[in-house]
T-cell receptor
Framework: QKEVEQDPGPLSVPEGAIVSLNCTYS??????FMWYRQYSRKGPELLMY????GNKEDGRFTAQVDKSSKYISLFIRDSQPSDSATYLC?????????????FGKGTKLSVKP | DTAVSQTPKYLVTQMGNDKSIKCEQN?????MYWYKQDSKKFLKIMFS???????INETVPNRFSPKSPDKAHLNLHINSLELGDSAVYFC?????????????FGSGTRLTVV
């Protein structure tokens, strides 16, 4: 099993929809969880950074971590065409992999006006 | 003022050539990285340097050699380029490597080997 799994999509939604993006992970020792947004031909930019279980909200974005089921989610409310991008979940490596980021494969989101 | 900058943005070269990509960060971070993003958009660590010392070297052919002259710079030199090296290479830096805190990526170098 890969360390971080993410449905690659693509996902297409109408403007104003609620979007749900998800990842699962295998190592219960992971503590920190991130979501990155990557626009076409740009570098990934940090969207949300969370520690342990629970929710974190920032504007229209909510990150959710459920450590009991090793499941992380990103919700986007009132989605806008400018949200069209690839969303990547990322987890800092543990033990021998400490320091690197382990990425999911990314979900490509398209928000149609 | 760009936090993590890498040059060049685009690089088209022939098989067998040697090329370098440069990266600089002005964030004062101690740790810098090289990541490779393949055609399917999968991002994978290649190297990690902390204060000019190599700390992670994933399974990367030894044709790839990173060099860090100081903690603000991490360059990537690639010898004898192959078609399979075509990808986007991202430089990154972080403030707290263990917690992944402050991880910042450059805008990427798109390498095409023909």
């Amino acid at each position: 099993q890969k360390e971080v799994e993410q449905d690659p999509g693509p996902l297409s939604v109408p403007e104003g929809a609620i979007v749900s993006l998800n990842c699962t992970y295998s190592n219960s020792a992971f503590q920190y969880f991130m979501w990155y947004r990557q626009y076409s031909r740009k570098g990934p930019e940090l969207l949300m950074y969370t520690y342990s279980s629970g929710n974190k909200e920032d504007g229209r974005f909510t990150a959710q971590v459920d450590k009991s089921s090793k499941y992380i989610s990103l919700f986007i409310r009132d989605s806008q065409p400018s949200d069209s991008a690839t969303y990547l979940c990322a987890i800092p490596g543990y033990g021998g992999s400490q320091g690197n980021l382990i990425f999911g494969k990314g979900t490509k989101l398209s928000v149609k006006p | 003022d760009t936090a993590v900058s890498q040059t060049p943005k685009y690089l088209v070269t022939q098989m067998g050539n040697d090329k370098s990509i440069k990266c600089e960060q002005n964030l004062g971070h101690d740790t810098m990285y090289w990541y490779k993003q393949d055609s399917k958009k999968f991002l994978k660590i290649m190297f990690s340097y902390n204060n000019k010392e190599l700390i992670i070297n994933e399974t990367v052919p030894n044709r790839f050699s990173p060099k860090s002259p100081d903690k603000a710079h991490l360059n990537l030199h690639i010898n004898s380029l192959e078609l399979g090296d075509s990808a986007v290479y991202f430089c990154a830096s972080s403030q707290d490597a263990a917690r992944g805190y402050g991880y910042t990526f450059g805008s990427g170098t798109r390498l095409t080997v023909v």
